[in-house]
């Protein structure tokens, strides 16, 4: 047979339905047809020039493996909105319960200390900020392995990795013990963080994508307060275990969810698994997916060498991570010396001592509202006075504004503990959670507009530096504020932010540009 006479395989025009049939009613309808149609277009010699790549492209491949066009049903992006939701209510709660655990344990710090014979401040912080050190070793693996296995796979056996080690923490024996497995659940817990966005952005397109990534974040905001305040009852009414062992029912919970709900939505997964499913009932090698294949090794080296280059080259990157990673710090520094203040120094029980925590909740929500509502109109009107040319340093008051605000609250907060009300530490823990929400968004909004295709790897970069601080952070906390009192030693925190938060909004509006200029990982 002539080379012109040998059959070609036309490119697939769908992909293996990656949600039940019980959930979308047309795809039951269809799926016996477009089953046969793949294995027809396989086999068949002709090729289909009606066939596009999503960028509208016409496809001369005939044994790639891609998307029918722009509205193929079975790409994620055009999934039923209702299935959608259900996918993104299941990554976010997949998301929620990892900051829950890394703060519930803070009102009962001090009886779990007496239950393993901790006998220094050091151990006891440690408890905390350990878990938030493995958020600082989980991503640079989870980040690269999704996209070689898939969204789903990783949540759920990264799921069921720390509700097995956070499970351990409860029956814990000894201090070591409890170190190895908190840390050891902290590395599971790490994964939802580091995969969950990713997973958002691969169902909705980026005018959808507000509502969405809004649910998605409610996790990181609510859960080191939920926590906390749960973990206050439990500490007043029971043991320390039930701490852990809450958590972990509430994970199995989150797992069953998932099992229905969660769906593989990463597009290149999702192409892979359609060209393995059509080599093995075809028998046609020759087809492949337009995704380079790499090992995980060759990904976690990519991966973990660009954000620690980036981070040592550009000053945006490096200005950026050091702020975050001081307000980041200074979050969980309050997390860790809350109950103290509550119970010591204010003398509330335990339970209504968690209480105060919602300070933190309603800050959060404040800055929320002040960016949707004020930053993002800042921004707008210097488009507009920019000839609608929009540039990254418009995103600089959100951070000036922020800086300020948040040094605002530490002052009110340090010097209101133990001298007046109750109330005045709480709304000076809310104004600075406010001022500090509109610090994070305004700076991560800059390096996504200032590296966009490397932003990824930037704002890794930031990642990595602010989950040291988090653990680093609690560490110091009693001794510092046995040195200098609440006051002083909060006012030390709030001198780091007027020296450094309020100038750098400054530097970055007058020589952002010319930075960006420089660089060759910068946007132009």
Not at 14 to 38: T, W
Not at 43 to 65: H, Q
């Amino acid at each position: 047979m002539s080379d012109d006479m040998t059959p070609r395989a036309s490119p697939p025009k769908d992909i293996v339905a990656p949600f039940p049939r019980k959930d979308v009613a047309s795809d039951a309808i269809n799926s016996d047809s477009d089953k046969d149609k793949d294995l027809e277009e396989a086999r068949s010699p002709i090729f289909n020039s009606s066939d596009t790549l999503v960028d509208g492209e016409a496809k001369t491949d005939p044994y790639l493996v891609t998307w029918r066009g722009t509205d193929d049903p079975e790409n994620p992006k055009n999934w039923p909105k209702s299935f959608k939701w259900k996918n993104t209510w299941a990554v976010s709660l997949f998301v929620f319960i990892s900051p829950v655990s890394s703060a519930m344990i803070a009102p009962a710090l001090q009886d779990l200390g007496k239950g393993l014979g901790m006998h220094s401040d050091i151990e006891v912080y440690l408890s905390l900020g350990i878990f938030i050190l493995a958020y600082a070793v989980g991503p640079i693996f989870f980040g690269p392995a999704s996209e070689l296995y898939g969204r789903v796979r990783l949540l759920q056996v990264s799921n069921l990795w720390y509700l097995a080690w956070n499970l351990g923490c409860g029956f814990a024996t000894t201090k070591s013990q409890f170190f190895a497995f908190r840390f050891l659940a902290g590395i599971g817990g790490s994964a939802p963080l580091a995969i969950g966005g990713g997973a958002i952005s691969d169902m909705w397109s980026a005018e959808e994508r507000g509502k969405a990534m809004g649910i998605y974040t409610l996790g990181p905001i609510l859960g080191p307060v939920v926590g906390p305040i749960a973990g206050g009852f439990i500490a007043q009414y029971s043991t320390w275990r039930w701490v852990f062992w809450s958590t972990s029912a509430a994970a199995l919970g989150i797992q069953i969810v998932g099992f229905f709900w969660l769906r593989e939505s990463h597009p290149a997964t999702l192409l892979r698994m359609r060209r393995d499913r059509l080599v093995k009932e075809t028998s046609n090698e020759k087809l492949y997916v337009d995704v380079k294949v790499e090992t995980l090794i060759y990904k976690l080296a990519h991966t973990f060498e660009r954000p620690l280059k980036l981070f040592f080259t550009q000053p945006i990157v490096f200005c950026m991570a050091v702020y975050m990673a001081y307000l980041f710090g200074t979050t969980y520094l309050m997390f860790a010396t809350f109950p103290e203040i509550w119970t010591v120094v204010y003398h509330e029980e335990p339970g209504i001592g968690g209480l105060n925590y919602l300070s933190i909740a309603i800050g959060s929500f404040i800055g929320l509202f002040f960016n949707l509502k004020v930053i993002d109109r800042i921004y707008k009107t210097l488009k507009a006075r920019n000839s609608n040319i929009g540039k990254p340093e418009f995103r600089m008051p959100s951070l000036a504004v922020g800086s300020i605000i948040s040094t605002i609250g530490l002052f009110w907060y340090g010097w209101s503990i133990g001298r007046v009300h109750w109330i005045m530490p709480n709304i000076g823990a809310a104004i600075f959670t406010a001022g500090t929400i509109s610090c994070l968004q305004g700076m991560q909004t800059y390096i996504i507009d200032s590296y966009q295709t490397h932003a990824a790897s930037a704002m890794a970069a930031c990642a990595i530096l602010r989950s040291l601080a988090g653990f680093g952070f609690p560490l110091f906390a009693p001794y510092m504020y046995k040195a200098l009192g609440y006051g002083w030693g909060t006012s030390v925190l709030a001198f780091f932010s007027i020296g450094f938060g309020w100038m750098a909004p400054v530097v970055f509006w007058y020589y952002g540009p010319n930075l960006r200029a420089m660089s060759r990982y910068a946007a132009d």
